[in-house]
């Protein structure tokens, strides 16, 4: 009988603790990616020049497929092209986010963000740049999601939300 209702509760508890682990996943990787973001802006005003953090699946260049799940670096752009050339410096570096996880921005900062001296966002035209970037668990159903989102003046912040779906 002990066994039976020991057996119960365990079918209720884990997919509850499963949901609660899905969040602190999602909470601790949208952090991370925040935190680069306040890094990108104060090195920017900081070095008085152009600093860029751009999706990398190696850490060493910037990548023009896929999504930041990859791994992203942080450099100082001195010649404001948005892209890694020799030279410049990489700040930081980070490596893949885990496999079930997708990290996708809308078009204006799907590739890049580009803070510039004065800390706001500009793309490497000169236009300005603002967006979001989505972190949800692989789904091809509704989940929770928390999207980073980066306003016209560069500061970036994070709401959470649910998606209809989450791509790979």
């Known amino acids: 009988m002990g066994v039976a209702v020991m057996a119960i509760l365990m079918s209720l ?39 860029v953090l751009c999706k990398s699946a190696t850490g060493l260049s910037c990548s023009t497929d896929g999504s930041w799940e990859q791994g992203w670096i942080v450099f100082h752009d001195e010649n404001n092209n948005a892209t890694l050339d020799s030279g410049e410096e990489i700040i930081q570096r980070e490596g893949a986010l885990p496999s079930n996880l997708s990290l996708i921005g809308n078009t204006p900062v799907s590739k890049y963000v580009s803070y510039t001296s004065s800390g706001t966002t500009k ?46």
């Open 13 to 51: 508890a884990v997919p509850a603790m499963t949901g609660v682990m899905d969040s602190v996943k999602l909470t601790s990787a949208s952090n991370t990616f925040l935190s680069t973001l306040y890094l990108t802006r104060s090195e920017a005003i900081k070095r008085n020049g152009r600093v």
């Open 123 to 168: 793309l490497s035209s000169g236009a300005f740049q603002a967006g979001m970037i989505t972190l949800c668990r692989q789904s091809t159903s509704s989940v929770e999601a928390r999207q980073i989102i980066v306003s016209s003046t560069g500061r970036p912040r994070i709401q959470k939300a649910t998606v209809s779906a989450c791509p790979s």
